[in-house]
């Protein structure tokens, strides 16, 4: 399992918490040391690292609108 650091996981969920602010995503959380984020009905399954760039380049577009 991967190792655990609270303060990106702290971010993860505040970039989780705006993508279902923008309408992006409809649900995330941290599962087994992976990031799971449900986009259109569907799960996504990531790394810490990968989620945290997928919602990063997710919100940006929507951010900047």
């Known amino acids: 399992e991967p190792t655990l650091d609270l303060s990106d996981l702290n971010r993860l ?21 992976y990031y799971e984020l449900i986009c259109k009905g569907e799960v996504i399954t990531l790394s810490l690292e990968a989620a945290k760039s997928y919602l990063i380049t997710l919100i940006q577009p929507e951010a900047s609108s």
């Not at 505040?14 to 087994?32: D, E, F, R, T, V």
């Open 13 to 33: 969920h505040q970039l989780g918490n705006q993508a279902i602010q923008l309408g992006l995503i409809s649900g995330h959380g941290y599962h087994h040391g």
